[in-house]
Every structure is written in C-alpha cells, then in structure tokens.
C-alpha cells in the first residue's frame, strides 16, 4: 500500500459518511425526525475523520511532499482552501444543531448545511482523485510513497481513532432512519 493508496482508502469511507449525510438531509427535508444524537455523530465523523485525519494526513505529508518539487502548487492552493470552506460548514451545521437542542427551529438550516456539505464533499473529492492521480504518476516516487504510508501508519492513536470513525460511520448506516 502506498500513501495515495491510504488517502483514496479514506475516500471511499467518505463517501460512506456522504451516503449517511444525504439521508440525513433528505429526512430533515421531508419532515421526518432524526435523533439529535445522530446528527451530532455525523458531525463527530466530520471533524475527527474528516479533518483531523484525512486533511491532516494531506496537509501535513502529502501536499508537502508534492510541492517540494515545485508542481502543482496552484492546484495544493486550491484544495487548502476547500479544506477550510469545509471547516467553515461544518461549523455552521454544529451552529445550528446547537440551537435546535436549545429549543430553537434549526431544521432547514441544519439540512441545508448537512446538503452544502455534501455537495462539497463529492466535487472536492473528484478534484483530490484527480490531483492524487498526477501526483502519483508525475511527481512522487515509490520510495517517497512508502515514506509517507509509514508515517501515516506509525501514529497509532489515528489508527485507533480512524477504526472508531469508521465504526461510527458503520453504527449511522444501521439507524432506522438511514435505513429507509
């Protein structure tokens, strides 16, 4: 396995949680109740798996990596800044789910976010895979690959949070809610 290998792993537990998120907004939007709870679990995934995890793993080793050789930088620039527009919604969709459990009306505004997130998430994505694809044949070598997986794998308390995460991710698919 290699380090792109890890981060296209990630991904397809992304698109995991995504299957989850759009469920969850598509009940919000139809009037049908979800637990709290489970909301609150989606955004847990979110910040843990999401940033501190996958961005992580990206913004520490592997843009670093490929932008020491001075290519595509433009590109590394623009996911940054979609890494911190997906920060920016995911607080907003934490905003308003507090406000909903102090009482206030937040559905629309939490489904909207949950939607604005997910749409991100699949555009923001297919840019990375295709980013990963010319890092991968054009730039970084097999050695500098193996590098990096080690590194990924050597912080065991990742490991050990990204097996919860996906066993987060596991328990919201089983919800009745997200079943239907």
Same mark, same amino acid.
């Given at each position: ?6 981060? =296209? ?6 698109? #995991?949680?995504?299957?989850? @998120? ?21 955004? *847990? ?9 996958? /961005? &992580? =793993? ?10 020491? /050789? ?6 590394? =620039? ?10 920016? @919604?995911? *607080?907003?969709?934490? #905003? /308003? ?31 990375? +895979? ?5 890092? +991968? ?5 097999? +050695? !500098?690959?193996?590098?990096? /997986?080690?590194?990924?794998? &050597? ?12 066993? +987060?991710? !596991?328990? *919201? ?8």
């Amino acid at each position: 396995m290699s380090a792109t290998d890890t981060l =296209r792993e990630d991904h397809k537990q992304i698109k #995991r949680l995504d299957q989850v @998120i759009i469920k969850c907004y598509t009940e919000l939007y139809a009037g049908k109740d979800i637990p709290l709870d489970d909301i609150d679990k989606i955004t *847990l995934v979110i910040e843990e798996f999401l940033d501190s995890i996958h /961005y &992580s =793993r990206e913004e520490d080793s592997y843009f670093p990596c490929v932008a020491s /050789y001075d290519h595509l930088k433009q590109e590394i =620039r623009g996911l940054l800044i979609e890494h911190e527009f997906s920060r920016r @919604i995911a *607080l907003q969709i934490k #905003r /308003y789910l507090k406000l909903w459990k102090e009482g206030q009306d937040s559905r629309e505004a939490v489904a909207r976010y949950l939607k604005t997130y997910s749409v991100y998430l699949m555009d923001h994505m297919s840019k990375e +895979e295709n980013f990963f694809d010319k890092a +991968e044949s054009e730039i970084i070598s097999k +050695e !500098e690959e193996f590098e990096m /997986y080690e590194q990924f794998k &050597s912080v065991m308390t990742i490991s050990k949070k990204m097996e919860d995460m996906i066993k +987060e991710i !596991e328990d *919201l698919e089983n919800k009745s809610w997200c079943k239907n």
